[in-house]
T-cell receptor, first 113, second 113 residues
Framework: NAGVMQNPRHLVRRRGQEARLRCSPM?????VYWYRQLPEEGLKFMVY????????ESGMPKERFSAEFPKEGPSILRIQQVVRGDSAAYFC???????????FGPGTRLTVT | QQQVKQSPQSLIVQKGGIPIINCAYE??????FPWYQQFPGKGPALLIA?????SEKKEGRFTISFNKSAKQFSLHIMDSQPGDSATYFC????????????FGKGTRLHILP
């Protein structure tokens, strides 16, 4: 049973470019969460999605960030016009409908130059 | 406002010792308290979790102690090994806020051989 998959693992973007981060949840998991981790910090919640629905985006910056979880395919976190402050590790986690227990992917480390 | 406070920030213990990491929370709506272990360059891995109707939970060498009235919980690692050296995060979530996880800032644990 494959775990949560994220790609790419490392992403380098210049200021002003777009970054697209992908997350495939574990088999049977229909809930996806995205978190951001700054160096030497804990993880901060960004957004919670179910298939075709954004349930809670209270942790998402108001501009430039968006997320989706289409009926088919992975969840996508999109950052437009990246700035240096967006450099961080972005993790997605998935959980089954029964709640309890979020399982994290290996993360995408975004570097903005 | 930091909803989950974790201490200490870092901890060094001799092999075989029992490191203890403490956490305190404020939101009484939290109903699930997981601990995550993170190695450098990896995603957080769910280690053990507890619900507030239980005062203690053991899984292998890892034990959570939970004090609901004090709103505190702690992780004990028995017979610690150098391979336990990692960053540990306590966390909390609530069904009333879609189970998004609120993380503590982490404890960097180093077990001396």
């Amino acid at each position: 049973n494959a775990g949560v998959m994220q790609n790419p693992r490392h992403l380098v973007r210049r200021r002003g470019q777009e970054a697209r981060l992908r997350c495939s949840p574990m088999k049977g998991h229909s809930h996806v969460y995205w978190y951001r981790q700054l160096p030497e910090e804990g993880l901060k919640f960004m957004v919670y999605l179910q298939k075709e629905n954004i349930i809670d985006e209270s942790g998402m910056p108001k501009e430039r960030f968006s997320a989706e979880f289409p009926k088919e395919g992975p969840s996508i976190l999109r950052i437009q016009q990246v700035v240096r402050g967006d450099s961080a590790a972005y993790f997605c986690a998935s959980s089954p409908p029964s709640r309890f227990g979020q399982y994290f992917g290996p993360g995408t480390r975004l570097t903005v130059t | 406002q930091q909803q989950v406070k974790q201490s200490p920030q870092s901890l060094i213990v001799q092999k075989g010792g029992i490191p203890i990491i403490n956490c305190a929370y404020e939101n009484t709506a939290f109903d699930y308290f997981p601990w995550y272990q993170q190695f450098p360059g990896k995603g957080p891995a769910l280690l053990i979790a507890i619900r507030p109707d239980v005062s203690e939970k053991k899984e292998g060498r890892f034990t959570i102690s939970f004090n609901k009235s004090a709103k505190q919980f702690s992780l004990h690692i028995m017979d610690s090994q150098p391979g336990d050296s990692a960053t540990y995060f306590c966390a909390a979530s609530s069904s009333s806020t879609d189970d998004k996880i609120i993380f503590g800032k982490g404890t960097r644990l180093h077990i001396l051989p």
